[in-house]
């Protein structure tokens, strides 16, 4: 049972344009939501989160938006450079309501952003 | 700073062999984790250390899979007998838990890339 989805496993953009990658989820009781970014041959960085009490962070050309009743959320990348190409990682926790915050990670989209 | 320090990068053996993967957290970090990550799929928890203790071992298969912890830094995975499923890359993270709901960013190293033959 995946928890976190995220259905479109790769996504290509031209260079300046906005990059749009979906996650949505299960578990009413995440509360906490974060996207990684992956290169080759490297471990997953944090690039944003979002609370949610919150249903928008922004993070200079990355922003998450955060759609509670539809158990969806979305990275938006404006403009896209090549460097952004890359996997990127939606991943849930529920702080309060467990006894930790276990991370569960989606299956990633993989980003190709073409010059 | 330096990062999550993992090693080895790659390691190919053959089934039923023993493999041993290492991993140094961010100085001061007192969370670890290990991760499994098959192709085309997410890191998925396999245990995760506060300080010197296993506070979830729950996704961990036991009747082949070790960790330790021992003075609440470095850690090592151990797998015995490997088998061919057990192919993957092996994430090592760690944070400092400053308590529940608060932040508690991950940092990963590099991961090792393991392939049973």
């Known amino acids: 049972d995946q928890q976190v989805k995220q259905n479109s496993p790769s996504l290509s953009v031209q260079e300046g344009r906005i990059s749009i990658l979906n996650c949505d989820y299960t578990n009413s009781m995440f509360d906490y939501f974060l996207w990684y970014k992956k290169y080759p041959a490297e471990g997953p960085t944090f690039l944003i989160s979002i609370s949610s009490i919150k249903d928008k962070n922004e993070d200079g050309r990355f922003t998450v938006f955060l759609n509670k009743s539809a158990k969806h959320l979305s990275l938006h990348i404006v403009p896209s450079q090549p460097g952004d190409s890359a996997v990127y990682f939606c991943?849930?926790?529920?702080?309060?309501?467990?006894?930790?915050?276990?991370?569960?990670f989606g299956p990633g989209t993989s980003l190709s952003v073409i010059p | 700073e330096a990062g999550v320090v993992q090693s080895p990068r790659y390691k190919i053996i053959e089934k039923k062999q023993p493999v041993a993967f290492w991993c140094n957290p961010i100085?001061?970090?007192?969370?670890l984790y290990w991760y499994l990550q098959n192709l085309g799929q997410g890191p998925e928890l396999l245990i995760r250390?506060?300080?010197?203790?296993?506070?979830?071992d729950s996704q961990l298969p036991k009747d082949r899979f070790s960790a330790e912890r021992l003075k609440g830094v470095d850690s090592t995975l151990k797998i015995q007998p490997a088998e061919l499923g057990d192919s993957a890359v092996y994430l090592c993270?760690?944070?400092?838990?400053?308590?529940?709901?608060?932040?508690?960013?991950?940092?990963f190293g590099p991961g090792t890339r393991l392939t049973v033959l």
């Open positions: 250390y506060e300080n010197e203790e296993a506070v979830d």
């Open positions: 991943a849930a926790s529920a702080r309060r309501k467990t006894s930790y915050d276990k991370v569960i």
């Open positions: 993270a760690s944070s400092f838990w400053t308590g529940y709901g608060g932040d508690n960013e991950q940092f």
């Open positions: 100085s001061g970090h007192n969370t």
